[in-house]
């Protein structure tokens, strides 16, 4: 790009997922119950701090927001 005078890219964002014959056959998450979803986001992400699996207030927040993360995902 430099040799025809145009600019050079000031980022780049990339992103992946297996191809479809290569996915694991496991449930999609959107698909579970609200108590499956967590720990299954929890034990393979790590990803639901324990205030929030202990709390029905807070899970009550923050799995609508969640659950927005794996439909935007898919």
Same mark, same amino acid.
């Given at each position: 790009?430099?040799?025809?005078?145009?600019?050079?890219? $000031? @980022?780049?964002?990339?992103? +992946?997922?297996?191809?479809?014959?290569? &996915?694991?056959?496991?449930?999609?998450?959107? =698909? %579970?119950?609200?108590?499956?979803?967590?720990?299954? $986001? @929890?034990?393979?992400?790590? +990803?639901?701090?324990?205030?929030?699996? &202990?709390?029905?207030?807070?899970?009550?927040? =923050? %799995?609508?927001?969640?659950?927005?993360?794996?439909?935007?995902?898919?």
């Amino acid at each position: 790009m430099r040799k025809i005078g145009s600019s050079e890219p $000031l @980022h780049i964002f990339l992103s +992946a997922r297996a191809a479809p014959h290569l &996915q694991e056959d496991v449930d999609p998450l959107r =698909f %579970l119950d609200d108590e499956t979803f967590i720990d299954r $986001l @929890h034990q393979t992400y790590g +990803a639901v701090p324990e205030a929030i699996r &202990q709390s029905e207030e807070f899970k009550n927040f =923050f %799995l609508p927001i969640l659950r927005a993360d794996v439909e935007f995902e898919k």
